[in-house]
């Protein structure tokens, strides 16, 4: 009962994902980086497919020639694929060699096609008269990005840089309108942060323990806008490696450095 995750080479983004990824950053009020979007996406779509395989078997009969049927009634075929399908017809079987038994028609996708019912004697299929439990399989969203990642972060990034109401900062997304509010009164007290420390450079985590905060955000939210504050501004110089954010006064780097 394991189905894969929908993809074919592109996310085939929607502004149903774009909206998702929004609502996700509003309520976390937490910037997020391209592949943490990527996962939402993903999640998403492996509920809507366990979702969908739920409705497609829900009330669905497994198939079995030993079992009586009704028209109107949903069979599921566990030896074909999970094929689904619905009685049209009932009428009495005619081979001898089975004895007394019945063949129901049913509609598929393929068509109609007609089955054995109410069988007496043996037959292959009798073993087939349950459905195999549902399986996590085909669900991984790890497989997927370890597969397809590169394509994926590739068109997510493209669809979020199109969006001018998002700020994107050392890799991470946020809301352009949920942005905290950083004033000159903020800027001028980092400056004097650094100043005091002899322009070694700081985190901005660190900057903002210093200054007091920025308000009441959530720690990643304030350092965020700290960060999108201070690259505006130019006295300062983020001279982190790659993955981490570090600040210090252009004035006071060596002159070989500036």
Known sequence: MSQSIPYAG?????????????????EGETPLNTLDLARLILTERVTAAKAAQAARFADAQPYDPRSTYQVGQKVVFPAEDLKVGTVIALRDGDNPAYGAYRVISVQTDDGAQ??????T???ALS????????SSEGYDVDEVLDEHGEAILDELEAALKARPDLVRLAGMWFPQALMMDVNVGHINLADAVLEINDGTPLSPTDILDQIGGLGTGTEALQAFSLNDALNRDER????????QVLWTLKRLQPAAVR
């Open 121 to 123: 004697t043996p037959h």
């Open 236 to 243: 300062f110089d983020e001279v982190g490696p790659s993955g």
């Open 127 to 134: 073993t087939e008269s349950s459905l195999p439990a549902p």
């Open 10 to 26: 592109s996310l085939s983004l929607t502004e149903d994902d774009l909206d998702l990824l929004m609502s996700a950053l509003l």
């Open 114 to 119: 007609d089955y054995a019912a109410e069988l």
